[in-house]
Structure formats: structure tokens, C-alpha cells
């Protein structure tokens, strides 16, 4: 069965700090799909990146990087520079097609506190 | 991306009573998912809502409590039946970006129920 574990449930950082939130996933699928999802406080969910199994490139978009390596099953996102907006409660995702489905299997969450 | 309202965005509702949650999308999707999200965990899935035939319902929920309709291709309503403070959570809407079930799942902002 899809698992995701984020153990990490709660991190608080000063502001400017880098913060790694951590993902391991487990499939037995070949391929697959990997998300993270950003939860504010107002408690809306936003999209922040989709990686497939077959791209392991690193990837990265201003302040965010992701760091996909299949040989640990690991998603890991980490902030640069944390601001305070940044606090929120981070998800990860893994797509499951299982049983004909079209579903995500979701981590528990972390929840990242920036404090100023 | 598409744009997704949910009404209402929240209520306290009496045990016992039943609560109907719209969901319109701005743009045609073959498939809605209805999420819940309880108080400080992660995500499920309830079940997948396709336009002209049943919804497929995840294990642990059923028809009875949850029934789902999907009179068109933008709209999709979800019920918490004969409601008791176990269902108090976050329910959540969503739809795929793009035609393809690995495109990112893109979420309303939710109807917060409390129970009481």
C-alpha cells in the first residue's frame, strides 16, 4: 500500500534560517507522482510542486528547493532564508492509482512556525 | 488552474442533523474528490464523484452517510448524514489541473464543521 511519513510534526525556526521538512514515501508502483502542499493558517491548500518518478532532478523555484532521491524513497523540501509567511502546515503527497483510483495518499503534516 | 467554491465555508451543526457542501468548479472536470481533513491530521480521501454514475467511495465511508451528487460536469455536492461530533473536520473539494490524473489536485478552501 502507498505510505508517506513526514516524521518531523512540528519545526520552529527564526526568521532567516534554512528548514528542511522531510518526506519518505513508500509505492510499489513504478511510476508515480510526488507533491508537496502548502496549508496556511486561513486553512486553504496550496499546490506547490509535482515531481514524477523518473525525473530526479533537483529542483528549485526562489526560496524553495526539493531534493527527490529514488534510492531512498525521500522528497525532502527545504526553505532558504524562512520568512514568516512561510508558516504554515506543509504536506506531502504520493498519487495512487490502486484499485483504479485516482487518489493521493498524504503525509500527516508538518507544522513550521517562523518566528520573527 | 481552476477555481473552486465551496459553500459554506463553515457551520456548527446540531448531532443528528445533516449538512449538504457545494462545490462549484469554474471549468468542466470528468472527476471531483472529496476530502476530509479532522482536526490536526492529514487528508482522506471520501470518495470520487464522476459526472453520470455512482461515486466511488473510499474504504471506511459509505454511501449512507456521505452521499455524493454530480448533477454536472462544474458542480458536485457532498452530505454528512445524521451528524455526530466524530465529524467534525474540514471537507475539502478538489480537481485535477489538466485532463490527466497525475496533474496537481487543486483544492477549495474547504467547509469547517463543527458538531456540537
Known amino acids: 500500500a502507498q505510505k508517506v511519513t513526514q516524521a518531523q510534526t512540528e519545526i520552529s525556526v527564526v526568521e532567516k534560517e534554512d528548514v528542511t521538512l522531510d518526506c519518505v514515501y513508500e509505492?510499489?508502483?513504478?511510476?508515480?507522482?510526488l507533491f508537496w502542499y502548502k496549508q496556511p493558517p486561513s486553512g486553504e491548500l496550496v499546490f506547490l510542486i509535482r515531481?514524477?518518478?523518473?525525473?530526479?532532478q533537483n529542483e528549485i523555484s526562489g526560496r524553495y528547493s526539493w531534493n527527490f532521491q529514488k534510492s531512498t524513497s525521500s522528497f525532502n523540501f527545504t526553505i532558504t532564508a524562512s520568512q514568516v509567511v512561510d508558516s504554515a502546515v506543509y504536506f506531502c503527497?504520493?498519487?495512487?492509482?490502486?484499485?483504479?483510483?485516482?487518489?493521493?495518499?498524504f503525509g500527516k503534516g508538518m507544522k513550521l512556525t517562523v518566528n520573527p | 488552474s481552476a477555481v473552486i467554491s465551496q459553500k459554506p465555508s463553515r457551520d456548527i451543526c446540531q448531532r443528528g442533523t445533516s449538512l449538504t457542501i457545494q462545490c462549484q468548479v469554474d471549468?468542466?472536470?470528468?472527476?471531483m474528490f472529496w476530502y476530509r481533513q479532522q482536526p490536526g491530521q492529514s487528508l482522506t480521501l471520501i470518495a470520487t464523484?464522476?459526472?453520470?454514475?455512482?461515486?466511488?467511495?473510499e474504504s471506511g465511508f459509505v454511501i449512507d452517510k456521505f452521499p455524493i451528487s454530480r448533477p454536472n460536469l462544474t458542480f458536485s455536492t457532498l452530505t454528512v448524514s445524521n451528524m455526530s461530533p466524530e465529524d467534525s473536520s474540514i471537507y475539502l473539494c478538489?480537481?485535477?489541473?489538466?485532463?490527466?490524473?497525475?496533474?496537481?489536485?487543486?483544492f477549495g478552501n474547504g467547509t469547517r464543521l463543527t458538531v456540537t
Open positions: 509505492t510499489r508502483d513504478t511510476t508515480y507522482y
Open positions: 471549468s468542466q472536470v470528468t472527476m
Open positions: 503527497a504520493l498519487s495512487d492509482r490502486g484499485g483504479g483510483s485516482e487518489k493521493l495518499v
Open positions: 515531481r514524477n518518478s523518473f525525473d530526479e
Open positions: 464523484a464522476n459526472q453520470g454514475s455512482e461515486a466511488t467511495y
Open positions: 478538489s480537481v485535477h489541473d489538466g485532463s490527466s490524473y497525475n496533474s496537481p489536485l487543486h
